[in-house]
Each structure stands twice: as C-alpha cells, then as structure tokens.
C-alpha cells in the first residue's frame, strides 16, 4: 500500500513512515520545513531524511497561512498533483484545509495530535465573543492603534476561511484515527461521529529513546545524589488566559500544589522547570515560583534538545509532570516518553476517554492529577513510597508502554484500516 503523510514531521510523521515500511507499506512524508525546531530532533541532526522516505515542499510551516491565495493555488495544485497515485493519505495538522480541494484521489484519513481537532475546526470561537473582540479592537484604535480595524478584519477573514476549509477537509475524510476518547466526543460535536474510526495509540521511536549518553547521565547522577526525587516538568508554560484557546495546560497548578507539598514534606526534593511557552506565561511563572517560596527548591533548565532533555528521563529519581487541565486528560508525547522510560507520571487522566482506547488496561504509573491539592497527593504519595516500591511503578509502566505504543503493536492494524477503507471506496 502507497501512504502519503502530511504533517507533524517532527513528532511523529518520520517515524510513522518508517515504521510503515518495516510493515511493508510504501510510505512517503511530505515534508515540510520547521527551521527553528529542527536541531531538537535526532533524524535531523545526525543524517539527511533518507530520500527514500521523504518528498520535500520547499517551503516553512509557519508560511503555508500566509501565503497569498494566487500563490497558493499553485502550490496546492503541485502537491494534489504529487499524492493523487497514492492509495492512502494520513492528514495531521492543518491537512484537512490543505487538501479540502482535492476530488478523488487517495483515502483520507486524520491522524489528530491535538490543535488539528481541538482547535483548528473552531478558529472563529477561539477569537472570543463577538462583543468582546469587537471593543478590545475598538479600544486599540481609539488609543491611535489605526491599524486595529483592518487587524480585526483579516484575523476574522483568516480565520473564518480556515475554518470553513478545516470542516470541509473533515467531512471528506474516509475515516478517522483516534488517541483518546475525547477526539471521539470532538467528532461527535461536529457531526462525523458515524465516520469509520480506529483506536491508534500513538507509536513511539524507540531507537531514539533507546539512545545514551553515558557521561551526562553519570553528571546527573552526580548532581542529584543528595536528592530523594528530582520533579520534571518538560512541558511548555501554557496557563493564562490570554485569548480564547480553551485548551491550556494548566501548569500553574502544579507550582501551587508542590508548594503545599514541599512545605509539609520530610524528603529532599528537586522541581526542574523548563524555559520553553509564551512569555507572559513563562514571566507569570517566574513570579509565582517566588511568590510561592518555591526558590530553594527550583532549578530552571533552557529549552533543551530532546537527546539531552531524555538524559533526565532515564534518572531514577525522576517523577515526570505533565499537564493538569481536564479538556487534556490524556496521554500526551511526555506521558508516552516516561512511560517508555518508567518513570511515574503526575498529569491530568481520564479513565473514560483511555478506556476506548486501552480498554481495561489502565496504566498503574499515572497519578491522575487536575487540581494544585491533587499534585499535592500525588507528590506525596510518590515521597512516601520506597526505591522498590518506586522501581514496580516503573516496571509496571514500561509493561504498559510495550502492550500498546510500540510500533509492532499498532502499526498492523492501522494498515488493516486503511486497506479497508480503500477497499470500501471501490
């Protein structure tokens, strides 16, 4: 089988080609340009994406919106042109607008990561009400902003346009491939809930998490040897309300709750903080770790390339801290990563959105968390238990990760999925 993938190189795209031709398929990326996060991601650093594998589009990710439409008919019409021989095309990101215009052609199928469902289907919402947006714009230009009407206008035209073009690339999909089952409900709110649909947790690269570097990993051990837990929080700060976007990761909570829990604790204990989201957050952070007498206890890291940011993850002191909002109990790319590494994992999780997807088998590592009392309880539940009793959580979570995210366990039966969809479309 022919499969085209669009979208999520960094993540997730490269792999999934690869582990499709391990499984026989004929897979091709489309590969876009992410110049700012590329030096993040093993495969680009270290070798050339084989050729083999990739169809370059020449052309950055973050100019696909702004491209002028007479231009991007052109560019549209070359890449409908590159895919219409394949039997299956995955869709990430804002694949589903991209192609809405294609007729015919290959099976069509989103692979959703999060924006692409969550948000990109709902860009006029996230603008905030009407009357709101409308006297915040009005305001500016009062104050001598003379270029606010014509901003307000083409933020609204882009984003109706986007939207409408997001829609209409949904409802031609042939089916869809789900992670949790809140993209189920999401589906559900926009009508293509009879749509054909695949549980697919997510597979991991595990050739590039199985990769060390012995002589950071003994620097940290060294450096944290007077140390009971070390606290990793890899996630980007994304918690104030700065506009609309219903989906924040609420990290502030955790700074709340390992305050209580610091005070009150007996252990000695590390929180690793991360300088990577947007700057009123990560400003608002800053001040709330002072606020909250969390200082002695904090250490800020840069944003670190992924080889590096994954030496902490293989400390056995390590407690990972994901996100914390309800709208994202799920497992996200850092829950999968502790997983695989076994470490416990603090974050926010939903038994009912897992179960469509890993049935009963529940990971017995997650300590669902979506509250600053609840990081709390789990920090100190975690500061109670024992090196042993520490090391079965991990074991037991390793278990988990290799019952459902390795490719060996997901990848058959996505090719039976789409081999099913193509042979329905006949």
Not at 54 to 62: D, E, N
Not at 101 to 127: A, I, T
Not at 263 to 268: D, E, F, M, V, W
Not at 291 to 299: I, N, R, S
């Amino acid at each position: 089988m022919k499969v085209a993938i669009y979208g999520n190189n960094l993540n997730m795209g490269y792999f999934l080609a690869r582990a499709l031709r391990e499984h026989g398929a004929q897979p091709k990326l489309l590969q876009l340009e992410y110049p700012a996060a590329q030096d993040r991601h093993s495969w680009w650093t270290e070798a050339a994406p084989d050729p083999e594998l990739v169809i370059r589009l020449g052309f950055p990710r973050q100019q696909r919106a702004s491209l002028r439409p007479l231009a991007w008919n052109a560019r549209l019409r070359e890449l409908w042109r590159r895919v219409a021989d394949f039997d299956a095309l995955i869709l990430s990101e804002d694949g589903p607008a991209i192609f809405s215009g294609l007729r015919g052609g290959p099976v069509k199928v989103l692979l959703p990561f999060g924006s692409d469902l969550l948000e990109l289907p709902f860009e006029l919402e996230q603008l905030g009400r009407p009357s709101e947006v409308l006297r915040r714009h009005v305001g500016d230009f009062v104050r001598g902003d003379l270029r606010a009407p014509k901003r307000l206008g083409s933020s609204v035209v882009r984003r109706a346009i986007g939207q409408v073009r997001t829609r209409r690339g949904l409802r031609q999909c042939d089916g869809f491939l789900v992670g949790t089952g809140q993209l189920i409900e999401v589906l559900a709110s926009l009508g293509l809930d009879h749509y054909p649909r695949h549980a697919f947790p997510f597979p991991m690269d595990t050739s590039v998490l199985e990769e060390e570097d012995p002589q950071l990993d003994a620097a940290l051990r060294e450096r944290f040897a007077d140390v009971d837990l070390v606290f990793l929080h890899p996630a980007r700060w994304l918690f104030l309300r700065l506009d609309a976007l219903p989906y924040l990761k609420e990290n502030d909570k955790l700074l709340r709750g390992f305050a209580r829990f610091a005070r009150s604790t007996s252990a000695k204990v590390r929180l690793l903080l991360i300088e990577k989201g947007r700057p009123e957050d990560l400003a608002r952070a800053r001040e709330l770790v002072v606020e909250l007498g969390l200082t002695p206890f904090v250490e800020w890291l840069p944003e670190l390339p992924n080889r590096e940011l994954r030496a902490y993850y293989r400390l056995d002191k390590v407690v990972v801290c994901d996100q914390f909002s309800p709208k994202l109990a799920h497992m996200g790319n850092a829950g999968r990563e502790a997983s695989y590494y076994g470490r416990p994992l603090i974050t926010a999780w939903s038994s009912e959105w897992a179960a469509p997807i890993y049935g009963a088998d529940l990971p017995a590592h997650v300590f669902a968390a979506t509250s600053d009392a609840e990081v709390q309880v789990a920090c100190a539940r975690l500061a109670e238990c024992t090196p042993q009793e520490r090391a079965a959580i991990g074991a037991a979570g390793r278990e988990w990760f290799a019952r459902h995210h390795l490719a060996e366990s997901s990848i058959p039966p996505l090719l039976d999925f789409l081999a099913r969809l193509e042979r329905a479309r006949r």
